[in-house]
T-cell receptor, first 113, second 111 residues
Framework: DQQVKQNSPSLSVQEGRISILNCDYTNSMFDYFLWYKKYPAEGPTFLISISSIKDKNEDGRFTVFLNKSAKHLSLHIVPSQPGDSAVYFC????????????FGTGTRLTVIP | DADVTQTPRNRITKTGKRIMLECSQTKGHDRMYWYRQDPGLGLQLIYYSFDVKDINKGEISDGYSVSRQAQAKFSLSLESAIPNQTALYFCATGGGGGGQFFGPGTRLTVL
């Protein structure tokens, strides 16, 4: 049973515009959320995270928003650049000791020059 | 030099063969993980280890075993490979703060 869901397998955006990637989760015990970016033939690389005590975290062009009541988070990239083209994975964990990550299925972002 | 390395990067093997995938890290992290990724799916946790004496099963451990030879080394074995174990395998390390750092992956094909 997929506890973290990314319902959009792909997204295309024009360079300079905003990219919005969405993620939903079902497990109410999750309290730490991460976004990873993956290029072909490479492992995922950490992008940005947010804990459940916040509803927004910003790092340069990347902002993550968390809506706990809706069990939904989103990643905003502004402005989008061609180098942002990659697969983005949402992940979640619960601070119950194991801290194991549960991943979504990924969204392939294509930024069109 | 890469913080998390995996060998081999690509491997083709036959059904029934035993195969080992190796992972080494220089980040000094206690926690190490093995994940599997199938096409169109997210990463699924196979096994994880919090230290040399602590090994735990993940979501999909059947058909796999692991060995934590040292803090820096964590290997994954398929005792008798089967075609549905064809996948991309990732090793990761974590310092306990929530984030994990991934190796470049091993593409395994079982014929």
């Amino acid at each position: 049973d997929q506890q973290v869901k990314q319902n959009s397998p792909s997204l295309s955006v024009q360079e300079g515009r905003i990219s919005i990637l969405n993620c939903d989760y079902t497990n109410s015990m999750f309290d730490y959320f991460l976004w990873y970016k993956k290029y072909p033939a490479e492992g995922p690389t950490f992008l940005i995270s947010i804990s459940s005590i916040k509803d927004k975290n910003e790092d340069g062009r990347f902002t993550v928003f968390l809506n706990k009541s809706a069990k939904h988070l989103s990643l905003h990239i502004v402005p989008s650049q061609p180098g942002d083209s990659a697969v983005y994975f949402c992940a979640a964990s619960a601070w119950t000791g194991a801290n194991n990550l549960f991943f979504g299925t990924g969204t392939r972002l294509t930024v069109i020059p | 030099d890469a913080d998390v390395t995996q060998t081999p990067r690509n491997r083709i093997t036959k059904t029934g063969k035993r195969i080992m995938l190796e992972c080494s890290q220089t980040k000094g992290h206690d926690r190490m993980y093995w994940y599997r990724q199938d096409p169109g799916l997210g990463l699924q946790l196979i096994y994880y280890s919090f230290d040399v004496k602590d090994i735990n099963k993940g979501e999909i451990s059947d058909g796999y075993s692991v060995s934590r030879q040292a803090q820096a080394k964590f290997s994954l074995s398929l005792e008798s490979a089967i075609p549905n174990q064809t996948a991309l395998y990732f090793c990761a390390t974590g310092g306990g703060g929530g984030g994990q750092f991934f190796g470049p992956g091993t593409r395994l094909t079982v014929l």
